[in-house]
């Protein structure tokens, strides 16, 4: 099946912001002042159901990246995805980044 792997900046957005605001910094990686960015790649339909999840790029930390992954399982689903997105395209796969910085979030 056809997949596109752009989408629009304001639902790139929206679907980055969903998925920040499901990451849970691990209390032990705090603890132990560890940082790092992932990056994921989600695959999903237009309806906004997540069928798969990649770590793209990982932290250094397991810890870190199980974390990455555990936001996309509590995003649950995106929001439906707009039919000017690709026309036409029933599934789309997005590479988004997942920082954890200590000083950012007030950790």
Partial sequence: PQVATQVSADY???????????VQYPPKAVQDGL???CQVQITFDRSGVISNSVL?????????????LDAV?????FPP???TEAPGTPYFSVVLPVSFKLDDEGW
């Fill in 81 to 83: 995805v707009s039919p």
């Fill in 56 to 68: 793209v790029r990982k932290t250094g930390h397991s810890s870190l990246d199980r974390a990455c």
């Fill in 12 to 22: 790139f957005n929206r679907i980055h912001a969903l998925l920040s605001k499901n």
């Fill in 73 to 77: 399982s509590r995003a649950g689903r």
């Fill in 35 to 37: 940082e790092g960015e």
